[in-house]
């Protein structure tokens, strides 16, 4: 099932963050940055591109499923929040992904049946007609046909 990047990037990235969190998280650790990875770190180890990765970041954070913190120098730490951790660990933007591409399938399901029985009610339509016109052919020349039997049956009474 091809998921939007995304939705997996995401997903991914909490990944990272959960498991740095498990390897370091231990009561003793009050430091952010003993759970935490640096924006480079972070890009490094989920292994995604840098490109898209400040904007799937951005989302989190705005999500509020990764903590940003910054200290000296404009240096940024990420760490999982508890909302990223029960989202990673229910999937919700794998889950949010399948469900848009399921979406998407419907959508185009849904538009190709509308094209297809637009079709068929033109194809009956230019059928009737055709057959229509027909009827009425045969119906004008059996009126004819007629015309000339009353013509003819009147000639011979005359």
Avoid at 61 to 79: A, C, D, L, M, P
Wanted: no cysteine; proline share 1%.
């Amino acid at each position: 099932m091809k998921i939007n990047q995304n939705h997996t990037s995401r997903h991914q990235l909490l990944k990272t963050l959960q498991k740095r969190k498990d390897e370091k998280w231990h009561p003793n650790n009050i430091d952010i940055r003993d759970t935490a990875l640096e924006y480079h770190k972070l890009a490094e180890k989920s292994g995604l591109q840098e490109d898209g990765l400040i904007l799937q970041i951005r989302y989190l954070v705005n999500e509020k499923e990764i903590n940003e913190t910054e200290f000296e120098y404009s240096r940024y730490y990420y760490s999982i929040s508890d909302a990223g951790a029960a989202a990673y660990h229910d999937k919700k933007n794998l889950n949010k992904g399948r469900k848009e591409y399921l979406d998407n399938i419907y959508d185009v399901l849904k538009n190709v049946s509308t094209f297809i029985l637009l079709l068929m009610a033109v194809i009956t339509f230019i059928g009737n007609w055709v057959s229509n016109s027909r009827k009425n052919q045969e119906i004008e020349k059996i009126i004819i046909e007629l015309k000339h039997l009353k013509d003819s049956l009147h000639n011979e009474k005359k």
